[in-house]
Nanobody, 113 residues
Framework: QVQLVESGGGLVQPGGSLTLSCKVSGSRVSTSGMGWYRQAPGHQRELVATIATNGMPTYADFVKGRFVISRVVVRNTVYLTMNSLEPEDTAVYYC???????WGKGTQVTVSS
């Protein structure tokens, strides 16, 4: 059974940084496209970034230059490093195995002074 477990969320001041982790079991991140999504209160879930099986990343326009998606194959873990955080980045962040039904339960990120 595939399981995705996010961690690393928390409260951070505007301009700060956080790194989220998504530990994957039951599937290999090297052979699965993986993505980070987020959902803010009153908003639909939206795509933040993806990483393809060949390691190629893609980003939503609103995070380009600020966020970096990466993976460590031996740890079977996908990361989202978030820099220059803004209050508008406040949301629950979810990890997703692309083209599948598998989602993590999410981790809360709050950007506030």
């Amino acid at each position: 059974q595939v399981q995705l477990v996010e961690s690393g969320g928390g409260l951070v001041q505007p301009g700060g940084s956080l790194t989220l982790s998504c530990k994957v079991s039951g599937s290999r991140v090297s052979t699965s496209g993986m993505g980070w999504y987020r959902q803010a209160p009153g908003h639909q879930r939206e795509l933040v970034a993806t990483i393809a099986t060949n390691g190629m990343p893609t980003y939503a326009d609103f995070v380009k230059g600020r966020f970096v998606i990466s993976r460590v194959v031996v740890r079977n873990t996908v990361y989202l490093t978030m820099n220059s955080l803004e209050p508008e980045d406040t949301a629950v962040y979810y990890c997703h195995k692309l083209e599948s039904v598998y989602w993590g339960k999410g981790t809360q990120v709050t950007v506030s002074s």
